[in-house]
């Protein structure tokens, strides 16, 4: 892997264009992305997020399980390219 592909993983424009609009319904923008600040979205419980939000959290690999299991760790779900790693 190119050193240049090796710095943009994990940026917004190393997302699919289907990543970014599903991380653009959590709340994400671009900055908040590549500075890996947490959207308010990203710290409510499953069960109060809108249905919108919901898929938009499993287009990006979340199930309940895992979106909860990280906010009752003290950690705000934080969307990636691998969250069940």
Known sequence: ?????????????????????????????????????????CTKKWALLAAEVREAAVTLGYSVERWNQEIDDGAAPEASLNPTA
């Open 1 to 41: 892997m190119a050193a240049e592909e090796e710095a943009e993983e994990g940026t917004w424009r190393a997302l699919a264009p289907q990543q970014q609009a599903a991380a653009t319904v959590l709340g994400y923008t671009k900055q908040l992305w590549d500075d890996g600040e947490t959207p308010v979205t």
